[in-house]
């Protein structure tokens, strides 16, 4: 099983979908999750952080369920600016640091 | 706002040349990363570092690779004899003493190996 794995994607959307990205990551003893978005050729950029209780951005949601090993990431109201990959990382807390990204769902947003 | 910044942009080498890249982490920043993206690929890590030593490395961060500190603001990758297969995006990133996994990264350095 891959340490962190995504839905394959891409997601075709029209704009003013509703579009959710699935993540599950195999360490269960990993602790801090996050989504991040990668733009073509460019770094990848803090999205937002996910948390045990869940967490609202904006238009983005995030959640977490520990016991499925299971990240989500809604965004509502798509917009042509929201075409990139989204990346799913996990810190697998293994005391150093160490970060495992996702190998990313791309996401196309169509006027 | 403070971001992270990495030079050069893009550096080309012949196989077996020494390359460094280097990285200014965003200043009130402790903990450092590098990370590379071969074309088409997930991202990787490479290696953190805090408290001017190596915190975690990967299986990928071999003898062929270092990383150094050398003063307040620089962070450097060095990787002594470059194979083909090191041609990739090399991502520097930083976070801070209370976000720790919170990373901000760099623009990047395209690595190819000719």
């Known amino acids: 099983r891959k340490e962190v794995e995504q839905d394959p994607g891409p997601f075709n959307v029209p704009e003013g979908a509703t579009v959710a990205f699935n993540c599950t990551y195999s360490?269960?003893?990993?602790?801090?999750f996050f989504w991040y978005r990668q733009d073509c050729r460019k770094e990848p950029k803090l999205l937002m952080s996910?948390?045990?209780s869940g967490n609202e951005d904006g238009r983005f949601t995030a959640q977490l369920n520990r016991a499925s090993q299971y990240i989500s990431l809604l965004i509502r109201d798509s917009k042509l600016s929201d075409s990139a990959t989204y990346l799913c990382v996990v810190n697998p807390d293994t005391g150093g640091f160490k970060t495992i990204f996702g190998a990313g769902t791309r996401l196309f947003v169509k006027a | 706002e403070p971001e992270v910044t990495q030079t050069p942009s893009h550096q080309v080498t012949q196989m077996g040349q020494e390359v460094i890249l280097r990285c200014v982490p965003i200043s009130n920043h402790l903990y450092f990363y590098w990370y590379r993206q071969i074309l088409g690929q997930k991202v990787e890590f490479l290696v953190s570092f805090y408290n001017n030593e190596i915190s975690e490395k990967s299986e990928i961060f071999d003898d062929q690779f270092s990383v150094e500190r050398p003063d307040g603001s620089n962070f450097t990758l060095k990787i002594r004899s470059t194979k083909l297969e090191d041609s990739a995006m090399y991502f520097c990133a930083s976070s801070s003493r209370d976000t720790q996994y919170e990373q901000y990264f760099g623009p990047g350095t395209r690595l190819t190996v000719t």
């Open positions: 360490n269960s003893a990993s602790q801090s």
């Open positions: 996910v948390y045990s």
